[in-house]
């Protein structure tokens, strides 16, 4: 039966998922589920969510304190206010995605750090940024 066949292989690629993600400390907990109340209520509060429709997977993901909507659908990764947040995940779940809270301590990134600096500009700009000072202060 293909259907079965599908679950199958969903299955086996969420296993070694949980396993690469236990590799950083990370656990992902259904966001429907009793322990992602909290998550539900205040979703500003989490670190990162991902996301899942039949083979698509991306990312909402909290760099310093600015979310950055990471869906490779979009031509680059896109700002999300606090507000948006919980509005962007409902809708998502209306579309038939399956979301998850991710959780644990993450290591910081240079995409953090740059958020701090310049917190509403694309993360392609704070790469650039990022590239543009490291440039700079290697080559000077």
Do not use: C
Not at 44 to 65: D, Y
Not at 103 to 117: K, N, T, V
């Amino acid at each position: 039966n293909l259907l079965v066949l599908i679950l199958q292989s969903f299955l086996i690629f969420f296993f070694f998922f949980l396993l690469a993600l236990n590799v950083w400390n990370l656990t992902i907990i259904p966001f429907m589920s009793p322990e992602a109340e909290d998550a539900r209520k205040e979703p500003e509060n989490e670190k990162a969510f991902i996301l899942n429709s039949h083979q698509h997977w991306f990312t909402i993901r909290k760099f310093g304190e600015y979310w950055y909507n990471l869906n490779s659908t979009l031509p680059e990764p896109q700002f999300v206010s606090n507000t948006f947040l919980g509005m962007l995940l409902a809708q998502h779940q209306n579309d038939g995605y399956f979301v998850f809270v991710v959780r644990g301590e993450f290591p910081s990134s240079q995409a953090d750090q740059m958020a701090l600096i310049t917190p509403r500009l694309g993360l392609p700009l704070l790469f650039i940024y990022s590239l543009f000072i490291y440039s700079f202060i290697f080559v000077y």
